[in-house]
């Protein structure tokens, strides 16, 4: 039997900018890959226009109107890196649906908190990590709850990401090339059993 997510009104809105059109389901939800899907394409185009159309150009190649940094809140012209926006995302949709959850995470993560912290979330980052161009996707349960649990690759998109990593005095990879794969973007769904 196919499993099914029921959708809230803050997911079935991202979806509609997505311009994903699905057919409802008897349950009154859509398959959870389907949805995982979709919430990426949202997720992954913010990130990579973020990336090339605001941090490229203000970084190395931008004046020294506005700096992104790692550390943007101590400085009075500094703006959130790439991965800093996406977490500051994450949890402003944590605070309005518990429909789904997602994470920027890495087998090389400068940030110790985007490690992964369940052997699924690790098994999916060796998975895209191994096989470029491919998703992840299984479940696992946490607690009472099954979760269906998808996993994307989170590409270099642009040399700010390279440069960004390779240069960090706390990264523990420091050879990433443009294109290559450097963590992966984990989206967690609850499911119906």
């Known amino acids: 039997m ?5 959708i809230g009104l803050s997911a079935a809105a991202i979806l509609a900018m997505a311009g994903c059109q699905h057919e409802t389901k008897s349950s009154g939800g859509i398959e959870p890959k389907l ?21 490229q150009r203000l ?4 004046a020294d109107v506005i700096k992104p940094d790692e550390y943007w809140e101590d400085l009075d012209n500094g703006t959130p890196l790439p991965a800093q926006m996406f977490r500051a995302g994450s949890e402003r949709v944590a605070e309005n649906t518990s429909d789904f959850t ?6 090389w993560p400068i940030n110790t908190q985007n490690a992964p912290k ?3 979330e690790k098994q999916g980052l060796e998975f895209i990590a191994a096989n470029p161009g491919k998703n992840f996707y299984g479940e696992e349960k946490l607690g009472d709850v099954t979760y269906f649990t998808a996993v994307y690759p ?9 440069t960004c990593h390779n240069k960090h005095k706390d990264s523990p990879k420091t050879d990433f090339e443009l294109g290559e794969v450097m963590g992966g973007v984990v ?4 499911i119906d059993s």
Do not use: E, W
């Open 2 to 6: 196919t499993k099914h997510v029921k």
């Open 35 to 55: 949805y995982t899907d979709s919430l990426f394409a949202v997720m992954n185009a913010d990130r990579a226009n973020y990336t090339k159309l605001v941090v």
């Open 59 to 62: 970084g190395p190649n931008g």
């Open 102 to 107: 997602y994470s920027l995470q890495s087998l």
């Open 118 to 120: 369940t052997p699924m």
């Open 154 to 162: 989170d590409v270099a998109v642009s040399p700010a990401c390279t």
């Open 187 to 190: 989206i967690r769904v609850p």
